[in-house]
């Protein structure tokens, strides 16, 4: 893998990992997904508009596809990790929805766009995928209902993830990161408005959003598509069988703040994992 993807990666898994933590005590509405995504237009519209008229893409009805179809699986992906949040703890189904994706994606990669990842490479996507199991499997952890609700909600996003990043593995063929990302975003915005702002009881809804939960609104807004268009580059330089598991190296960064500001314990098992998620990174980039 290029160390220039590699260090894309690694900011995105910072930004990312922090997202999540904002994530962690937010609503899992459809008010609260739309007034992320509606902020994080604001945010980028100037850089979109720059990447626009710098580059003047020639957009067709395939860039309409690519990035509408993105953004439903994006608005998908959000709910369920938010349902996961409700009940699980972010060492949970943090670790587990970021650690099926990278192994759907690299079988998806294998099978549908016949990529050939190095015997090196294979083998650092199953130490990384491997350690996502070791900090996230605790028999004690693994017992009760909702725990296994939040398990459950935890694969169906990774199911998501593996889905995404197949289908922007080409998107980003036709439409450059930044202005895939800002339209992906657009297309949230478009598909949830008539569900959220139609009636006044709805815009009513978004703007005890963003009052109550400001914070986390700001945080996923700015920092969400950040780390996605750091990740959609990354996918322009390097195989996506490359980039879907080395992308998980923000678990480290979300074990860390499970630890330190979630007051989340089973420091050892977690530290054994991460181990095996900086082997897994090391044998990918040398892959």
Not at 2 to 16: E, G, K, Q, Y
Not at 90 to 102: M, Q, W
Not at 116 to 139: C, D, E, F, K, N
Not at 150 to 175: E, Q, R
Request: proline share 4%.
């Amino acid at each position: 893998m290029p160390i220039l993807a590699l260090a894309l990666l690694l900011s995105a898994a910072v930004a990312h990992a922090t997202w999540n933590y904002f994530a962690k005590g937010a609503s899992s509405s459809l008010h609260f997904t739309f007034a992320f995504a509606a902020l994080a237009e604001v945010v980028y519209l100037p850089l979109a508009v720059t990447v626009f008229l710098w580059t003047r893409p020639d957009l067709g009805w395939d860039a309409l596809l690519f990035v509408s179809v993105s953004g439903a699986l994006n608005i998908a992906y959000f709910l369920l990790l938010a349902e996961g949040y409700k009940t699980g703890d972010l060492s949970l189904v943090y670790p587990l929805a970021r650690g099926t994706g990278p192994a759907l994606s690299v079988a998806g990669a294998v099978i549908i766009f016949g990529e050939r990842p190095t015997g090196l490479a294979l083998a650092g996507a199953a130490l990384v995928v491997a350690g996502i199991v070791i900090m996230s499997w605790s028999p004690k952890a693994m017992s009760g209902a909702e725990v296994g609700r939040s398990i459950a909600f935890a694969l169906a996003t990774g199911a998501c993830i593996a889905a995404y990043t197949l289908w922007d593995n080409k998107g980003v063929t036709i439409v450059t990161p930044v202005l895939y990302s800002y339209g992906l975003d657009l297309a949230r915005v478009a598909m949830l408005a008539p569900f959220v702002v139609a009636t006044a009881s709805g815009r009513a809804a978004v703007a005890t959003v963003f009052r109550e939960q400001r914070r986390a609104v700001v945080g996923i807004g700015i920092l969400s598509p950040g780390a996605y268009i750091l990740v959609l580059a990354a996918l322009t330089i390097a195989p996506v069988s490359y980039v879907a598991p080395a992308r998980e190296v923000s678990i480290l960064f979300g074990a860390l703040l499970g630890l330190r500001l979630l007051g989340e314990s089973d420091a050892g098992r977690r530290l054994a994992g991460a181990g095996a998620i900086v082997a897994g990174i090391f044998a990918l980039a040398l892959g």
